[in-house]
């Protein structure tokens, strides 16, 4: 017997929750205070710093709304994502595996195909060195039939099978790569900086920024 499907009731209109009303009420009142607002003495930076603190708090309670109203969402949608996910693993190793097999054939046709081309290669280049020394063949140059190279695309009425090229690269010697390709590594030049090390080619400065705590 098939279970019945669950059902949630979630609430989804927070611009009609008291609660969020309220608090962006209040953040427009903290925007009106922060335009008119005027700092030149440090009492004002005192009164300033109220307000920051209120703002960072505001922030923290509408996120906590936002969560209450997306968490459940959330929740439920994690767990229709996981069993779909489940569900999707037989034909994601299908495809995996039947890509790898055509990928593996064509490879090892190619390998034949070019050690065909390499057999007559080497035939013929005897068969010229034989003229040279003595003016004439002894023996007819046998060639070995070359297969065509394998078609890009296939072609049956359920689809199409294309096929592309692409490069890859690795970095085996970093001491001869040429500097327009060498990316600075942020990371560890941001390290130094703060730590006082110049570097040359590199301007550090410090810019002052504010940390409130509500």
Known sequence: MTEPQQTAIIHIQPDVDPRVIQLYQESVRLLEYAESRIIQSPEDIKTATDDLALISNLKKAIEERRKEYIGPINSYIQGINDVFKKFGVPLAEADTITRGKILAYRSEQERIRQEEERINRLRVEAA???????????????????????????????????????????????????????????????????????????????????RVKG
């Open 128 to 210: 010229q060195a034989e003229m040279r020394l003595k003016g004439e063949l002894t023996e007819p140059v046998n060639l070995v039939p070359v297969a065509q190279e394998a078609p890009s695309v296939y072609r049956t009425e359920a689809g199409t099978l294309g096929t592309a090229k692409t490069w890859h690269f690795e970095v085996v010697d970093f001491a001869v790569l040429p500097d327009q390709y060498k990316i600075p590594n942020d990371v560890k030049i941001r390290k130094a900086v703060i730590a006082g090390v110049s570097i040359p080619g590199v301007r550090a400065w410090q810019e002052e920024s504010l």
